[in-house]
């Protein structure tokens, strides 16, 4: 069953712009974790922001989690070509064993 | 440090026949996980392995569906008979601990015709 789900589905935006994606789940979690996806290729994990978290930083990404409302959010800044991906959030299954992933936003960003 | 490792990259049957995928993890990295992607979906799991014990099926289609990990390293996938919905992509990743995230192989795309 699916765990996260990202909104918005597909995201198209200049490059320089700041790009947001965001993620809601239905049950409680250890962390959260955030994926991308470059067409044809497997996934790279960029972040894990734990429950007891609120922000996190790495680059240009900033995650934030908010438990009480079961969503969390990504933010990409001074986005780049390079930065063209599908991401994908990940959270525990029920049994706490293994991630299940939502079906994604797919990023365009464009020169 | 080598990445997780996958073969074939690609691979082209028709229904009924066989196939096997095969993934070596990352050196020391006891958890590893097979998970199966749908053009336009997220990944599924089918099964997940610690060093060479099962903890998670619950989700791979026995019938049809097969995965082992000889001596707690490399891991190989067998489908037997496939069946055209299984055309996808099947991920391998490994991991340290559920502290950690987890590090995918590049799949192998399956395309059953």
């Known amino acids: 069953s699916q765990q996260g789900e990202e909104d918005p589905q597909a995201l198209s935006i200049q490059e320089g712009e700041n790009a947001t994606m965001n993620c809601s789940y239905k049950t409680s979690i250890n962390n959260l974790q955030w994926y991308r996806q470059n067409s044809g290729r497997g996934l790279v994990h960029l972040i894990l922001?734990?429950?007891?978290?609120r922000e996190k930083h790495s680059g240009r990404l900033r995650v934030t989690l908010d438990t009480s409302k079961k969503s969390s959010s990504l933010l990409i800044t001074a986005s780049r070509a390079a930065d063209t991906a599908s991401y994908f959030c990940?959270?525990?299954?029920?049994?706490?064993?293994?991630?299940?992933f939502g079906k994604g936003t797919t990023l365009s960003v464009s020169s | 440090e080598a990445g997780v490792a996958q073969s074939p990259r690609y691979k082209i049957i028709e229904k009924r026949q066989s196939v096997a995928f095969w993934c070596n993890p990352i050196s020391g990295h006891a958890t590893l996980y097979w998970y199966q992607q749908i053009l336009g979906q997220g990944p599924k799991l089918l099964i997940q392995f610690q060093n060479n014990g099962v903890v998670d099926d619950s989700q791979l289609p026995k019938d049809r569906f097969s995965a082992e990990r000889l001596k707690g390293v490399d891991s190989t996938l067998k489908i037997q008979p496939a069946k055209l919905e299984d055309s996808a992509v099947y991920l391998c990743?490994?991991?340290?601990?559920?502290?950690?995230?987890?590090?995918f192989g590049s799949g192998t795309r399956l395309t059953v015709v």
């Open positions: 990743a490994s991991s340290l601990d559920r502290q950690n995230g987890y590090t």
């Open positions: 922001i734990r429950s007891n978290e």
């Open positions: 990940a959270t525990d299954n029920q049994a706490g064993t293994a991630l299940i």
